[in-house]
């Protein structure tokens, strides 16, 4: 299935290659730097593209194209689904995902990629199971190799491929056992010009860190989960028990996992968190526009909204802004355009706001179009859909465990049209 | 000497580095970088040899580890194979693992040195663990040496049928390796993969169906035997090797099930009840108006892979919406819609390849996205490609009613600063109006005012645009032509659009048209080419409808374009003389055209892109890339008559239960059930016992354990529609299937059931064993009614070995019919407004009738068993002191009785009793007068003492009941006054 695996820098040095069938020549990659070149955008590079022999799919993260080889018909969602795969995994094990760390780590890396791949084929795919043979490095591990010699790499061989829930290693023992499940949900919208929705959604997601010793059999019950409308699930979650009860049962991998991603069924109403006034103007003739924002919450259940970030794409016209923020900083980049503004907490009896002109080339006419805003917020405390968890239960092992949950809202791809 | 070789092979990696730098232009500052870079490892890398021959571990580590570095890098690090290669048997498992990965990548270039590890691998592969012989399998599977072709083939054959599912699905990964090392030993692959294919564990199926499918994807006759398991081994198999194995499924449906789509006029009439409702009822009515029945193996699979929807990995969950697309009835398929959109969620790539995916299915089937217009709206932070496919599903999606809606959004994207995009939109314009024709006006209007923008692009689309609507209808728009011949638009196709439109329609513009030409005439010489050929055209045209106007200035043009550069100019424009002036040399052409010039076009059809990609798989890279790849196997299409069904049957197979009982997570919680049904192959055991009625009852009688109201809904439909009932991941059912001795045709299979009814309290008196009485068997089901399948019960009278509260009952089954009839069972509870919950007062009153169901292949009945008040007794033995005395205190209202005649044969004592026994499961009392005949019991429920006594007197006898229930005294005596009074 994968032939080759290229790492591919911004400025388009290939800084690892991996065969795991033949070796290909990293000539191939050729295809992939004339795809680049005809892209305006880095995005814009089509993530499927043909050459004489092979195929070339790749995915770009962290500012790195992890381009894969291809010699034969696959489907193009296994290989892009598992080039995350390789990232996350990079990611849960160098703590960021650079090319810093990969060249740090190349060995870790080689290994890691040896082990997620047989002749091309995923093998090991599950952190726990990768973590059991080869141990992440840590500072300390560091240190204590160098001086003592001994390696990252685990004496056990890969037993959590035998069993029957591979996703947990056999022997975790902790002496606080906790399981903590974070609810965030995020809200996708697009607003219009007069304010009002176009389309919102909300998609939440429940990551968990969960600690325990042994092999605990969790249940989680939710109090309304008939608001999920469409849900995806960890492999450790029985779906037959979800189907019949509404409940998730299952044997939690060890450490932090996604346990579901849902999506709120689309016939509730969305409330919206934070409504935006806004006069952007350009006038023919002038080289001068008019620039004003204010920022307000509606709808937030007695929750504070945090973390504000709004930022937009100006017109290529826009020279300059001087803007003047009642809280917070903005910048301006005049190369590629990008206004944001880092509002911080909305104080509902003093607005934020954000006004000033925007200087315009002398000649130019007006741009056609207002720059859409993109706005990130977080509201902590709360999931904006109401979903609440009902109660978490342990059985199979005896002690007892410390539980906690957290709710938070987000903005998701969150856009106001001007 | 040794620094020498190496230092000099450095040098040739350095110049092939360099070499490579150059070939990739785009990189050659990147690959003098490299170089650069590359020097200093140079000096570095000298003593890599020495250190890897030293002595000490930690030096050898830190050798290899930077060899893996340079390996990383690509660069050239072959010389040192002699000094890597002795340390294949380090007990360091990291170095071991290095060695490994260098032997791997350099084994094909250092052949001989290669065989020098070859052996280390073989005593590896026979290792009392199974996790090395396993690695070891793998390392010499992936070393390409041809010589150990042989070797390779030996230990393949070994591993196949080695004990540990991993080791086996390695040998499963070693097929593919070997195969494409030497195609020759095909043969022999085949043989193992066929093995394989049989293997039972969920850690196989996955890498044996990739094998297959590399190996042999033609061997379609390999499945056959391995179908059903597959199916239900999905569920549990890891979610790579379920990719695999649904895609191979999907081409293996198509070539053995007959299409499920040819009826769908008949689907569509009912379709709204039939949707949501339980699929049963549609089913029974489908079955009796059209001969289309869904294979049972079909339907297995659907019902299978549907909850692999909710998989994390989208892989998966694309496979499985093109499975459904491809295999599913029509009115199914949009179960897959939220999972799809639910998809593009995801990283921009994923969202990439499934909106494509989605484009292709929105041109068929409008109605599965339509629900999910607005998740397609565009964003400005989407790339572009993102957005031209959500540009072209919205197209795909326009129709009357949401038209306005998209039109307005489509207003906005018009206005984007991606005006590539821009112009995609207004294609997309195009495209809704000419299809749409009620709006074709307002679009029309719409574009003619993005004439006036000040962006090339978007002005240059609106006229191709507004080209192509107006050929639709011409007539009604001059004034539409009129503005636009007055438009000075830079962009040479949009001028060349405009031009052909004036001379297309030059009639109904006659005034303006002369005008145009006569401009083109003055900046002929500085237009574009393409401007040029329609300039000449546009003349031609007006030459022939208004020639007195134009005849000098088509001369004068027809005279530029013969001395162009452009040879074709130079052509068209001899040609176009040729045709229209008319002169001695002309020849019968002329006279036509007319004809030719101004024949009346047919509008062009605006559709989409992704018109023509139906014709691959959907989820393929082939889609993807709208051409056939390498590798791609075409879906056939449905088989007209579908072939032997009877080859997907298994014969007896044993490993089931412990297989099933390791790798089944999901099926962890419906073990008990499980269990139950396995201690007994032939008795299917339904408990409900009374304290925990509801939820035990519905367990057992959905037939798969795992039951809540609306998994037994599914059931029941999935029972008559398919021979295996259970739901989707039950294995239970595959078991009961398999242990089962198949049924010939015409074969009386009978299997009985025995029936506990709940019923609670013990009673201190002393229970005694039943007195024997013949069994008189009840017809539940007839075998008419049935259709072959016949149903009697009777009480055996046995104490139930499930609880001490319950009551046996026996069904027997019968099959008459000539078909094989399997799992047979109980689907619920549907007695009238009473359920499983009220099963408890069923017992007490023993007045109530249970009824249930049973379900046949097809066909589901209802039946009702009546429990006789007789048979809810349990016989007590008791002395005739201890009788008069419990009897003494039931009087008054808790006694009942009656006087009948009875007939002369049944004088003598034991004809009496015996009546009495065969009706009422009763304990005979020793009594010391001959014409009393006393008998106790108690109810099982409750445990509340009865008692009967018969005074006989001549030919009449005194006939009492005593109990505390006084409803089951006045049945009991009824049900015995019947019985004694009627001849034996």
């Given at each position: 299935?994968?032939?080759?695996?290229?790492?591919?820098?911004?400025?388009?040095?290939?800084?690892?290659?991996?065969h795991?069938?033949?070796?290909?020549?990293?000539?191939?990659?050729?295809?992939?730097?004339e795809?680049?070149?005809r892209?305006?955008?880095?995005?814009?590079?089509p993530?499927?593209?043909?050459?004489?022999?092979?195929?070339?799919?790749?995915?770009?993260?962290?500012r790195?194209?992890?381009?894969?080889?291809?010699?034969?018909?696959?489907?193009?969602?296994f290989?892009?689904?598992?080039?995350?795969?390789?990232?996350d995994?990079?990611?849960?094990?160098?703590?960021?995902?650079?090319?810093?760390?990969?060249?740090?780590?190349?060995?870790?890396?080689?290994?890691?990629?040896?082990?997620?791949?047989?002749?091309?084929?995923?093998?090991?795919?599950?952190?726990?199971?990768?973590?059991e043979?080869?141990k992440?490095?840590?500072?300390?591990?560091?240190?204590?190799?160098?001086?003592?010699?001994s390696?990252n790499v685990?004496?056990?061989?890969?037993t959590?491929?035998l069993?029957?829930?591979?996703?947990?290693?056999?022997?975790?023992?902790?002496t606080?056992?906790?399981?903590?499940?974070?609810?965030?949900?995020e809200?996708?919208?697009i607003?219009?010009?007069?304010?009002?929705?176009?389309t919102?959604e909300?998609q939440?997601?429940?990551?968990?860190?969960?600690?325990?010793?042994?092999?605990p059999?969790?249940?989680?019950?939710?109090?309304?989960?008939?608001?999920l409308d469409?849900?995806?699930?960890?492999p450790?979650?029985?779906?037959?028990?979800?189907e019949?009860?509404?409940?998730?049962s299952?044997?939690?991998?060890?450490?932090?996992?996604?346990?579901?991603?849902?999506h709120v069924?689309?016939?509730n109403?969305?409330?919206?968190?934070?409504?935006?006034?806004?006069?952007?103007?350009f006038?023919?003739?002038?080289?001068?526009?008019?620039?004003d924002?204010t920022?307000?919450?509606?709808?937030?259940?007695?929750?504070?909204?945090?973390?504000?970030?709004?930022?937009?794409?100006?017109?290529?016209?826009?020279?300059?802004?001087?803007l003047?923020?009642?809280?917070?900083?903005?910048?301006?980049?005049?190369?590629?355009?990008l206004?944001?503004w880092?509002?911080?907490?909305i104080?509902?009896?003093?607005?934020?706001?954000?006004?000033?002109?925007?200087?315009?080339?002398?000649?130019?006419?007006?741009?056609?179009?207002n720059?859409t805003?993109?706005?990130?917020?977080?509201?902590?405390?709360?999931a904006?859909?109401?979903?609440k968890?009902?109660?978490?239960?342990?059985y199979?092992?005896?002690?007892k465990?410390?539980k906690?949950?957290?709710?938070?809202?987000?903005?998701?791809?969150f856009?106001?049209?001007? | 000497?040794?620094?020498?070789?190496?230092?000099?092979?450095?040098?040739?990696?350095?110049?092939?580095a360099?070499?490579l730098?150059?070939?990739?232009?785009?990189?050659?500052?990147?690959?003098?970088?490299?170089?650069?870079?590359?020097?200093?490892?140079?000096?570095?890398?000298?003593?890599l040899?020495?250190?890897?021959?030293?002595?000490?571990?930690?030096?050898?580590?830190e050798?290899?580890?930077?060899v893996?570095?340079?390996?990383?890098?690509?660069k050239?690090?072959?010389e040192?194979?002699?000094?890597?290669?002795?340390?294949?048997a380090?007990?360091?498992?990291?170095?071991?693992k290095?060695?490994?990965?260098?032997?791997?990548?350099?084994?094909?270039?250092?052949?001989?040195l290669?065989?020098?590890?070859?052996?280390?691998?073989?005593?590896?592969?026979?290792?009392?663990?199974?996790?090395?012989?396993?690695?070891?399998?793998?390392?010499l599977?992936?070393?390409?040496?041809?010589?150990?072709?042989?070797?390779?083939?030996?230990?393949?054959?070994?591993?196949?049928?080695?004990?540990?599912p991993?080791?086996?699905?390695?040998?499963?990964?070693?097929?593919?390796?070997l195969?494409?090392?030497?195609?020759d030993?095909?043969?022999?692959?085949?043989?193992?993969?066929?093995?394989?294919?049989?293997?039972?564990?969920?850690?196989?199926a996955?890498?044996?169906?990739?094998?297959?499918?590399?190996?042999?994807?033609?061997?379609?006759d390999?499945?056959?035997?391995?179908?059903?398991?597959?199916c239900?081994l999905?569920?549990?198999?890891?979610?790579?090797?379920?990719?695999?194995?649904?895609?191979?499924?999907?081409r293996?449906?198509?070539?053995?099930?007959?299409?499920?789509?040819?009826?769908?006029?008949?689907?569509?009439?009912?379709?709204?009840k039939?949707?949501?409702?339980?699929?049963e009822?549609k089913?029974?009515?489908?079955?009796?108006?059209?001969?289309?029945v869904?294979?049972?193996?079909?339907?297995?699979?659907?019902?299978?892979?549907?909850?692999?929807?909710?998989?994390?990995?989208?892989?998966?969950?694309?496979?499985?919406?093109?499975?459904?697309?491809?295999?599913?009835?029509?009115?199914?398929?949009?179960?897959?819609?939220?999972?799809?959109?639910?998809?593009?969620?995801?990283?921009?790539?994923?969202?990439?390849?499934v909106?494509?995916?989605?484009?292709?299915?929105?041109?068929?089937?409008?109605?599965?996205?339509?629900?999910?217009?607005?998740?397609?709206y565009?964003?400005?932070?989407?790339?572009?490609?993102?957005?031209?496919?959500?540009?072209?599903?919205?197209?795909?999606?326009?129709?009357?009613?949401n038209?306005?809606?998209?039109?307005?959004?489509?207003?906005?994207?018009?206005?984007?600063?991606?005006k590539?995009?821009?112009?995609?939109?207004?294609?997309?314009?195009?495209r809704?109006?000419?299809?749409?024709?009620?709006?074709t006006?307002?679009?029309?209007?719409?574009?003619?005012?993005?004439?006036?923008?000040?962006?090339?692009?978007?002005v240059?689309?609106?006229?191709?645009?507004?080209?192509?609507?107006?050929?639709?209808q011409?007539?009604?728009?001059?004034?539409i032509?009129?503005?636009m011949?007055k438009?000075?638009?830079?962009?040479?196709?949009?001028?060349?659009?405009i031009l052909?439109?004036?001379?297309?329609?030059?009639?109904?513009?006659?005034r303006?048209?002369?005008?145009?030409?006569?401009?083109?005439?003055?900046?002929f010489?500085?237009?574009?080419?393409?401007?040029k050929?329609?300039?000449?055209?546009?003349?031609?045209?007006?030459?022939?409808?208004?020639?007195?106007?134009?005849?000098?200035l088509t001369q004068?043009?027809?005279?530029?374009?013969?001395?162009?550069?452009?040879?074709?100019?130079r052509?068209?424009?001899?040609?176009?003389?040729?045709?229209?002036?008319?002169?001695?040399?002309?020849?019968a052409?002329?006279?036509?055209?007319?004809?030719?010039?101004?024949?009346?076009?047919?509008?062009?059809?605006?559709?989409?892109?992704?018109?023509d990609?139906?014709?691959?798989?959907?989820?393929?890279?082939?889609?993807?890339?709208?051409?056939?790849?390498?590798?791609?196997?075409?879906?056939?299409d449905?088989?007209?008559?579908?072939?032997d069904?009877?080859?997907?049957n298994?014969?007896?197979?044993?490993a089931?239960?412990?297989n099933?009982r390791s790798?089944?997570?999901?099926?962890?919680?419906?073990?008990?059930?499980?269990?139950?049904?396995?201690?007994?192959?032939?008795?299917?055991?339904?408990?409900s016992?009374?304290?925990?009625g509801?939820?035990?009852?519905?367990?057992?009688?959905?037939?798969?354990g795992?039951?809540?109201?609306s998994?037994?809904?599914?059931?029941s439909?999935?029972?008559e529609?398919?021979s295996?009932?259970?739901?989707?991941?039950?294995?239970?059912?595959d078991?009961?299937?398999n242990?089962?001795?198949?049924?010939?045709?015409?074969?009386?299979?009978?299997?009985?059931?025995?029936?506990?009814?709940?019923?609670?309290?013990?009673?201190?008196?002393?229970?005694?064993?039943?007195?024997?009485?013949?069994?008189?068997?009840?017809?539940?089901?007839?075998?008419?009614?049935?259709?072959?399948?016949?149903?009697q019960?009777?009480?055996?009278?046995?104490?139930?070995?499930?609880?001490?509260?319950?009551?046996?009952?026996?069904?027997?089954?019968?099959?008459?019919?000539?078909?094989?009839?399997?799992?047979?069972?109980?689907?619920?509870?549907?007695?009238?407004?009473?359920?499983?919950?009220?099963f408890?007062?069923i017992?007490?009153?023993?007045?109530a009738a249970?009824?249930?169901?049973t379900?046949?292949?097809?066909?589901?009945?209802?039946?009702?068993?009546?429990p006789?008040?007789?048979e809810?007794?349990?016989?007590?033995?008791?002395?005739?002191?201890?009788?008069s005395?419990?009897?003494g205190?039931?009087?008054?209202?808790?006694?009942?009785?009656?006087?009948?005649t009875?007939?002369?044969?049944t004088?003598?004592?034991?004809?009496?009793?015996k009546?009495?026994?065969?009706?009422?499961?009763?304990?005979?009392?020793?009594?010391?007068?001959?014409?009393?005949?006393?008998?106790?019991?108690k109810?099982?429920?409750?445990?509340?003492?009865?008692?009967?006594c018969?005074?006989?007197?001549?030919?009449?006898?005194?006939?009492?009941?005593?109990?505390?229930?006084?409803?089951?005294?006045?049945?009991?005596?009824?049900?015995?006054?019947?019985?004694?009074?009627?001849a034996p």
């Amino acid at each position: 299935m994968i032939h080759s695996l290229f790492l591919v820098n911004a400025t388009g040095d290939i800084f690892l290659e991996k065969h795991w069938k033949s070796v290909v020549s990293r000539s191939v990659c050729d295809y992939f730097f004339e795809a680049q070149e005809r892209a305006t955008e880095p995005e814009n590079i089509p993530p499927v593209i043909p050459t004489p022999h092979h195929y070339l799919i790749s995915v770009l993260r962290h500012r790195i194209y992890f381009v894969a080889v291809i010699q034969s018909e696959v489907p193009p969602l296994f290989v892009i689904e598992f080039l995350h795969r390789v990232v996350d995994t990079f990611q849960d094990y160098f703590g960021v995902c650079t090319e810093a760390a990969i060249k740090d780590n190349v060995v870790v890396v080689y290994e890691l990629l040896e082990e997620m791949l047989d002749n091309g084929f995923p093998l090991a795919t599950e952190s726990n199971i990768l973590k059991e043979l080869i141990k992440p490095p840590t500072i300390l591990r560091t240190v204590v190799n160098t001086i003592t010699g001994s390696t990252n790499v685990g004496e056990q061989l890969p037993t959590g491929q035998l069993s029957v829930v591979p996703w947990r290693r056999t022997g975790v023992k902790y002496t606080n056992n906790e399981a903590y499940f974070d609810v965030v949900e995020e809200i996708d919208a697009i607003i219009d010009k007069s304010g009002s929705t176009i389309t919102a959604e909300i998609q939440g997601v429940i990551d968990a860190c969960v600690k325990l010793t042994g092999m605990p059999d969790l249940t989680l019950s939710f109090m309304n989960p008939r608001l999920l409308d469409d849900v995806s699930f960890h492999p450790c979650v029985r779906f037959k028990r979800w189907e019949a009860e509404r409940i998730l049962s299952f044997i939690p991998p060890d450490g932090n996992f996604r346990l579901l991603s849902y999506h709120v069924s689309s016939q509730n109403l969305v409330a919206i968190p934070v409504y935006v006034k806004h006069n952007i103007t350009f006038r023919e003739g002038s080289s001068q526009g008019r620039f004003d924002l204010t920022l307000g919450p509606k709808q937030t259940m007695g929750k504070a909204v945090e973390s504000v970030l709004v930022s937009s794409q100006l017109p290529r016209g826009v020279l300059n802004t001087s803007l003047n923020p009642s809280q917070g900083t903005y910048t301006f980049d005049p190369v590629t355009k990008l206004l944001s503004w880092d509002v911080g907490k909305i104080n509902p009896q003093k607005l934020p706001s954000l006004k000033g002109t925007m200087s315009l080339q002398a000649g130019a006419s007006k741009p056609d179009e207002n720059p859409t805003i993109n706005i990130q917020f977080k509201i902590q405390q709360l999931a904006i859909s109401g979903l609440k968890v009902n109660r978490l239960d342990m059985y199979g092992e005896k002690y007892k465990p410390f539980k906690g949950i957290k709710y938070m809202t987000k903005a998701g791809k969150f856009q106001v049209r001007t | 000497m040794s620094a020498n070789s190496l230092a000099y092979s450095e040098q040739s990696g350095a110049e092939a580095a360099v070499e490579l730098g150059q070939e990739t232009t785009p990189t050659s500052s990147a690959g003098g970088a490299a170089f650069g870079l590359f020097s200093t490892d140079f000096k570095k890398n000298e003593d890599l040899k020495e250190m890897l021959e030293s002595t000490k571990e930690s030096l050898k580590l830190e050798a290899m580890k930077r060899v893996v570095g340079l390996i990383a890098r690509g660069k050239n690090a072959s010389e040192l194979f002699p000094a890597v290669v002795k340390n294949v048997a380090s007990k360091n498992i990291e170095l071991k693992k290095l060695v490994y990965v260098y032997l791997v990548r350099y084994a094909e270039e250092q052949q001989d040195l290669a065989l020098l590890s070859i052996s280390t691998f073989q005593r590896a592969l026979k290792d009392p663990n199974q996790l090395i012989r396993a690695s070891a399998l793998r390392v010499l599977s992936s070393i390409r040496v041809p010589i150990i072709v042989p070797i390779m083939m030996l230990a393949i054959k070994e591993a196949a049928t080695d004990l540990s599912p991993y080791v086996r699905k390695t040998a499963a990964h070693a097929i593919q390796k070997l195969y494409s090392l030497d195609p020759d030993q095909k043969e022999h692959l085949v043989e193992v993969i066929e093995k394989l294919l049989k293997d039972k564990s969920t850690l196989v199926a996955g890498s044996v169906v990739m094998a297959f499918e590399e190996v042999c994807p033609e061997r379609i006759d390999l499945i056959h035997k391995n179908y059903r398991k597959l199916c239900n081994l999905l569920m549990d198999v890891e979610e790579w090797g379920q990719v695999v194995i649904i895609n191979m499924l999907t081409r293996y449906a198509r070539t053995q099930f007959v299409s499920p789509w040819r009826q769908d006029g008949v689907f569509e009439e009912n379709s709204e009840k039939a949707f949501y409702d339980s699929d049963e009822e549609k089913k029974e009515g489908a079955a009796q108006t059209k001969p289309y029945v869904m294979d049972p193996d079909h339907r297995l699979l659907l019902r299978n892979t549907k909850p692999l929807l909710q998989s994390r990995n989208t892989a998966v969950v694309m496979s499985v919406a093109q499975l459904y697309w491809h295999l599913a009835p029509k009115h199914e398929v949009s179960v897959v819609t939220k999972s799809l959109v639910r998809l593009l969620r995801s990283h921009r790539e994923v969202q990439y390849v499934v909106l494509q995916n989605i484009a292709t299915m929105s041109i068929q089937r409008k109605g599965m996205f339509e629900p999910f217009m607005k998740s397609f709206y565009v964003r400005s932070t989407d790339a572009t490609h993102i957005k031209t496919l959500k540009l072209e599903i919205l197209t795909n999606l326009a129709n009357e009613a949401n038209i306005s809606t998209i039109l307005r959004e489509f207003q906005t994207y018009v206005k984007s600063q991606d005006k590539a995009f821009a112009a995609a939109t207004i294609q997309a314009i195009g495209r809704c109006a000419t299809n749409i024709s009620e709006i074709t006006d307002a679009c029309l209007n719409g574009l003619v005012l993005l004439l006036s923008n000040r962006d090339e692009t978007v002005v240059a689309e609106s006229v191709v645009v507004i080209k192509k609507l107006l050929q639709t209808q011409p007539s009604q728009h001059s004034d539409i032509i009129k503005h636009m011949a007055k438009l000075r638009v830079p962009v040479p196709m949009a001028r060349a659009s405009i031009l052909w439109l004036i001379g297309e329609y030059c009639e109904h513009v006659p005034r303006i048209a002369p005008d145009v030409l006569r401009k083109m005439a003055k900046t002929f010489t500085s237009e574009e080419d393409i401007v040029k050929l329609q300039t000449v055209n546009l003349a031609a045209k007006l030459y022939l409808t208004n020639s007195k106007q134009t005849k000098l200035l088509t001369q004068y043009i027809l005279n530029l374009g013969k001395y162009d550069q452009n040879y074709d100019i130079r052509d068209r424009t001899r040609f176009i003389r040729q045709l229209i002036v008319p002169n001695e040399k002309s020849g019968a052409l002329s006279k036509y055209a007319r004809r030719i010039l101004l024949a009346p076009k047919p509008a062009p059809v605006l559709q989409s892109a992704f018109k023509d990609r139906d014709r691959f798989q959907l989820g393929t890279l082939s889609h993807t890339l709208n051409s056939k790849a390498t590798g791609y196997l075409e879906l056939s299409d449905w088989p007209d008559v579908a072939p032997d069904q009877s080859v997907r049957n298994v014969e007896v197979v044993e490993a089931v239960r412990i297989n099933t009982r390791s790798d089944c997570y999901y099926r962890r919680d419906e073990d008990h059930s499980e269990e139950k049904r396995l201690c007994s192959h032939s008795y299917l055991v339904f408990c409900s016992r009374s304290d925990e009625g509801q939820k035990n009852g519905r367990l057992e009688k959905s037939g798969s354990g795992s039951g809540s109201a609306s998994a037994s809904s599914e059931e029941s439909s999935s029972a008559e529609s398919s021979s295996e009932s259970g739901s989707d991941s039950d294995s239970g059912t595959d078991q009961k299937r398999n242990t089962k001795p198949k049924p010939i045709k015409k074969v009386r299979d009978v299997i009985h059931v025995v029936h506990c009814f709940c019923l609670s309290r013990l009673f201190p008196v002393q229970v005694s064993s039943p007195v024997f009485v013949p069994v008189r068997p009840h017809e539940l089901l007839h075998r008419m009614t049935g259709k072959g399948l016949a149903a009697q019960y009777h009480f055996p009278r046995q104490p139930c070995i499930y609880g001490d509260h319950m009551v046996s009952v026996q069904l027997t089954f019968n099959n008459h019919g000539d078909h094989a009839l399997e799992d047979i069972h109980i689907s619920e509870k549907t007695s009238t407004g009473q359920s499983i919950h009220c099963f408890r007062p069923i017992g007490e009153s023993g007045s109530a009738a249970v009824l249930g169901r049973t379900c046949s292949k097809t066909e589901r009945f209802s039946v009702s068993i009546q429990p006789a008040v007789g048979e809810l007794l349990l016989p007590v033995t008791m002395t005739e002191q201890d009788f008069s005395r419990e009897q003494g205190k039931l009087v008054g209202m808790n006694e009942s009785s009656a006087t009948i005649t009875m007939a002369p044969e049944t004088v003598s004592s034991q004809p009496v009793s015996k009546k009495v026994v065969s009706v009422a499961n009763v304990g005979v009392v020793p009594s010391g007068q001959d014409n009393v005949h006393r008998f106790a019991a108690k109810l099982v429920s409750s445990g509340t003492l009865v008692l009967v006594c018969v005074v006989q007197k001549d030919s009449s006898a005194q006939l009492t009941v005593n109990t505390e229930r006084t409803v089951v005294g006045s049945m009991l005596l009824r049900e015995l006054q019947t019985a004694l009074s009627s001849a034996p």
